[in-house]
């Protein structure tokens, strides 16, 4: 079965400030998906990762892809409030279709 | 906006009751998907229909039934519900699920609350 962990769950960090969200999962896959989530509102897909060694930015949020150490990480760069929601990472396996969600990171970015 | 409509945004029911919950697509996409999403708990997979054939029971009770008419309209039906099927129930599309990069489009959701 497959498992998805992420951590940390919460994270509340300054304006302007770094930090990384990682995603790590139990079998092979080579499909990783990362999600954001605000609050009452739908999951919105950020990235698509589909290869080992992949990497995907978008404005100051990178996501990169490590299939060997079944890792994904999502870098945050100078982080803004605009930032402030839930990320998902999901991991494609077995059927196609069949996305293993993680628990979600809450990020509060604050002032 | 996603194109994947949800309604309602919020229900209570009582136990006895039987209720339904509609999603709509307006993305031309060939796969829909009911997902749970409880406190604490990670996205749970439902059901998946592809060309309105469900292909996907995550081993899901039977209080829950859906039902797919067409490739752009999803529906659960609910009945006899207990008070922990209390969860936002998301639906979601996405264009196949053959190609290896099927990125969910989602709604934004029906709360539902059993009391």
Known sequence: ELKVEQNPLFLSMQEGKNYTIYCNYSTTSDRLYWYRQDPGKSLESLFVLLSNGAVKQEGRLMASLDTKARLSTLHITAAVHDLSATYFCAVGGGSNYKLTFGKGTLLTVNP | ?115
């Open chain 2, 1 to 115: 906006e996603t194109g994947v409509t949800q309604t309602p945004r919020h229900l209570v029911m009582g136990m006895t009751n039987k209720k339904s919950l509609k999603c709509e697509q307006h993305l031309g996409h060939n796969a829909m998907y009911w997902y749970k999403q409880s406190a604490k708990k990670p996205l749970e997979l439902m059901f998946v229909y592809n060309f309105k054939e469900q292909t996907e029971n995550n081993s899901v009770p039977s209080r829950f039934s859906p039902e797919c008419p067409n490739s752009s309209h999803l529906f659960l039906h609910l009945h006899t519900l207990q008070p922990e099927d209390s969860a936002l129930y998301l639906c979601a599309s996405s264009q196949e699920f053959t190609g290896g990069n099927e990125k969910l489009f989602f709604g934004s959701g029906t709360q539902l609350s059993v009391l």
